[in-house]
């Protein structure tokens, strides 16, 4: 059943739902689906070349970001973010397709910030206003669109990353489930930068299962393979 923060007739964009003021679990619900916060055992990539590069990106990012305005939104995602997924690209067969169109009905339209296709999938989005709460439900949305448009059988969960610039956080869906998970730790950049590259292939490379155990709670766990 529709909640009230939908009004009949109103066509809604992704970044509609960043602004709706309500929780994460009510926005899910609206649309069918279930939302928790949980640890997520992500696989993490066991290339060599993998920590060469991301120590080389650090550097970088330590030498170029003090001589940088970071004061907009535009500046931080390409100053940090867009950097990021370049080096992704050189170790992994991936593609990304930048402000990728999606329409599925009045509620679900919009454009992905970047949409990386490998062996999974994985939507990256910039949190608007440096929220990464609310950027968050932004990115259930797109990751629930994208979930109508595949097909049945596409692997059983969809990745989804919001970042602020100097802050990462990852969440899944979980088809066969209609269930969203929000990973309950985040990671900094420049800090966690090897952290961050690391579990971006090691998605793009692996699927998932339930695992339990993570401080009383089942953990969604992302085997190495």
């Known amino acids: 059943m529709d909640k009230p923060f939908f009004i009949e007739g109103k066509k809604y964009t992704f970044s509609d739902y960043f602004d709706f003021n309500c929780s994460s679990e009510e926005i899910a619900n609206a649309l069918g689906y279930s939302f928790d916060t949980r640890c997520i055992d992500f696989p993490l990539s066991k290339k060599n070349t993998d920590r060469t590069e991301t120590m080389r990106l650090q550097e970088d990012f330590y030498q170029i970001l003090p001589k940088v305005s970071l004061n907009s939104e535009m500046a931080k995602r390409d100053f940090m973010i867009a950097p990021v997924l370049w080096t992704v690209i050189r170790w992994v067969k991936a593609k990304i397709s930048v402000e990728y169109p999606i329409y599925v009905d009045d509620k679900l339209s919009g454009s992905l910030d970047y949409l990386i296709r490998s062996e999974q999938q994985l939507v990256v989005i910039e949190a608007k206003k440096g ?78 299962h339930l695992h339990g155990g993570c401080l009383g709670q089942e953990n969604l766990k992302v085997p190495t393979t």
Not at 137 to 158: S, T
Not at 167 to 172: A, S
């Open 131 to 208: 929220d990464l709460d609310k950027g968050f439900n932004q990115l259930m949305a797109e990751l629930i669109a994208l979930n109508k448009i595949e097909g049945k059988d596409f692997p059983e969960f969809l990745y989804g990353a919001i970042s602020i610039g100097e802050l990462w956080r990852f969440g899944v869906l979980e088809r066969n489930k209609n269930a969203i998970h929000r990973d309950l730790h985040t990671y900094r950049v420049p800090e966690d930068l090897d952290q961050i590259f690391l579990i971006i292939i090691g998605i793009l490379q692996n699927g998932a």
